[in-house]
């Protein structure tokens, strides 16, 4: 396995998802592998000079005061700016981001809850208005105060230029202050998606109004120009502040006056948390293995065998799947390919595939067996849906029940081996990703292995990325590998079955189409698309979920292949302990110790 390839789908993915799905927020996963050399050493200091440094030496810091960090930035930081659209790590939108920048909300990826930060607790005061209220005691890094017209200021600049979370703006009306710890977001009444108003809160961090307001006169309200801000000494309410950064790694501090403590209850463990910026995953698993970084956002291979010889190393479940998944790695028919348009020969496509053999070649075991469904198999998402009432339709692994299905429907063998149906030849159909994704090449030469033994011709296509991208959004392909709206937030599952099944809006094949590629169409499964943002009755909620499940089930648009991680969480003891592991009772998710609620980590851990 190229080890340099293997996390790149997801990123690439993911980003396109962010910027493509209509509306829909997406999270960038932090990608793991960079092909970037680090460029040669530049010392920075930002927060000035004057600030003493410890043992003398600004790069250095005590080793039992230091936390370690890695997969999360690769190549060097250019700038701190949120708005440049590229911050480094810190900063870096939609991971990590509880440290400088803080949200109103922390997402929890075990429950799917909200827990409170900037924010105390939120409400829906009718079907258009969600009430937020702030938490009193929190401050800026500069000990001003944070506000409600922080919050306002923050939301507004998303309506006033083109930045992450501008697309928020397509769900919202208006955002005002209520007195200086209260806000009220206001639903656009013509779109009024309560899902992705409370993604907001947890991702979107807060800006401090009298810092960027500055900026904005500076720049005369020129996003280009403000875009070239370094913001190398961030002004945050976060726990941490920027200590200095170079081009091998950089590292934060942490905020003694952090107003926080009267929220978690004391200060985090680790004064520094330091990033370093490894060529590659190669280096930065030699370097964690021995005990030089204590928490690892990278993908590596068969993790077992690091505590097996003797490393101290260990992730949140002991036992694999090892890590909790975030996202479903899935292929997409071709609704309109002879042949493939008929949901019994895609249904014994999905019967005849080694799941098992997959998650083990493809991903090291990281895969719990799939149980097909649109949600994950996790708490967080297996709640929306009655089981019992999928479990007829599920498919497992069985190739004899597949021939006996496609026997059933008239698909004949002919002398090669390949079955006819209805005078269509049961392929050959190209199946495709890019080329190097060297996980997703691997699974997709297994699923062609697995559609032969059961008399359909399967044949792998690796295009460059920029080919399978245009092949995707155009539908100018047969079978094609892609992610479904990955991430942990409010919105989920919505979010990805709105991703796999929601056809209004979507352009016909031949033209750019950035959800549904494979142009499935379902008029009722449409409708409670539509629906299921307007509903907070769980019970309701859950029978909708269950039976666009159903729907998905019968009509096997898509077909899930493996579950991922959303983040790499693992951790080497030698310096720190005391890291969440599942059944700790601690309820801290493993969100790398520093994403959503995963933060409350650093509050747990010692030395």
């Not at 299905?405 to 890019?434: H, M, Q, W, Y």
């Not at 920029?466 to 479904?484: A, C, E, R, S, Y």
């Not at 292949?561 to 969440?580: A, I």
Request: glycine share 8%; hydrophobic share 35%.
């Amino acid at each position: 396995m190229k080890l340099k390839t293997v996390l790149r789908p997801m990123f690439i993915l993911l980003l396109a998802a962010s910027f493509f799905v209509a509306g829909c927020q997406s999270v960038t996963p932090p990608p793991t592998a960079s092909e970037t050399p680090p460029p040669n050493e530049e010392v920075k200091t930002p927060g000035g000079s004057e600030e003493p440094a410890p043992q003398g030496d600004a790069k250095a810091t005590p080793r039992n005061e230091t936390l370690y960090v890695n997969g999360l930035q690769w190549g060097a930081p250019t700038n701190f700016n949120l708005l440049s659209g590229n911050p480094a790590f810190p900063i870096n939108y939609g991971n990590s981001r509880e440290l400088v920048y803080e949200t109103l909300f922390m997402v929890n990826q075990l429950t799917g809850e909200l827990e409170p930060l900037l924010g105390t607790k939120y409400e829906w005061t009718d079907d258009l208005n969600l009430r937020i209220e702030l938490n009193q005691d929190a401050k800026w890094s500069d000990g001003k105060p944070f506000t409600s017209d922080d919050v306002v200021y923050t939301y507004q600049l998303g309506k006033k230029y083109d930045i992450n979370w501008s697309s928020f703006w397509t769900y919202i009306e208006d955002v005002t202050a209520d007195g200086p710890q209260t806000v009220n977001i206001t639903l656009n009444k013509d779109n009024p998606n309560k899902l992705t108003v409370l993604d907001s809160i947890e991702i979107m961090p807060m800006l401090p109004k009298h810092v960027w307001e500055e900026v904005e006169k500076k720049a005369n309200n020129d996003l280009a120009t403000i875009r070239k801000e370094v913001n190398e000494d961030p002004i945050g309410t976060g726990p941490y502040k920027m200590y200095f950064y170079n081009d091998q790694k950089i590292t934060i501090i942490r905020d003694d006056n952090y107003w926080g403590q009267a929220l978690f209850g004391k200060l985090p463990a680790p004064k520094y948390i330091t990033h370093v910026i490894y060529k590659d995953n190669a280096a930065g698993d030699l370097a964690f293995k021995s005990g030089q970084v204590d928490v690892s956002q990278q993908f590596i291979p068969q993790v077992w065998k690091m505590w097996e010889g003797g490393a101290p190393v260990k992730t949140y479940i002991k036992e694999a799947p090892y890590y909790v998944p975030g996202s479903m790695p899935s292929i997409f028919f071709n609704m309109t390919k002879e042949g493939l348009d008929n949901a019994d020969v895609r249904r014994a496509i999905a019967m005849a595939i080694d799941y098992g053999k997959i998650s083990e070649l493809a991903i090291s075991g990281y895969s719990a067996p799939m149980e097909p469904s649109l949600t994950l198999n996790t708490e967080a998402e297996a709640k929306y849906v009655d089981q019992a009432a999928i479990k007829p339709l599920q498919w497992t692994t069985d190739v004899e029940a597949a021939n006996a299905l496609l026997d059933s429907i008239g698909a004949a063998k002919g002398k090669d081996g390949i079955r006819v149906l209805n005078g269509t030849r049961l392929g050959p159909f190209e199946i495709e990703c890019p080329y190097g994704w060297s996980d997703w090449n691997a699974a997709l030469e297994i699923v062609a292995q697995n559609a032969k033994a059961i008399g359909i011709e399967i044949r792998t296509k690796f295009p460059e990325a920029p080919v399978w991208t245009n092949d995707l959004q155009t539908g100018k392909f047969d079978i094609i590998m892609n992610t479904p709206a990955g991430g942990v937030s409010p919105s989920q599952p919505w979010n990805r079955a709105m991703t796999i099944m929601y056809s209004k809006g979507v352009a016909p094949m031949g033209e750019m189409a950035f959800y549904n590629w494979g142009r499935y169409k379902n008029d009722q499964a449409d409708a409670i698309i539509e629906k299921i943002p307007t509903i907070s009755d769980e019970a309701e909620l859950k029978a909708l979920y269950t039976e666009l499940t159903q729907i998905w089930l019968k009509d096997i648009p898509s077909i899930p292949l493996m579950y991922r991680p959303w983040v790499f969480d693992t951790v080497n003891e030698s310096v720190w302990k005391g890291f969440p592991t599942e059944g700790d009772g601690s309820n801290i998710p493993p969100q790398i110790s520093m994403d959503g609620a995963g933060i409350k980590s650093l509050y747990q851990i010692h030395n």
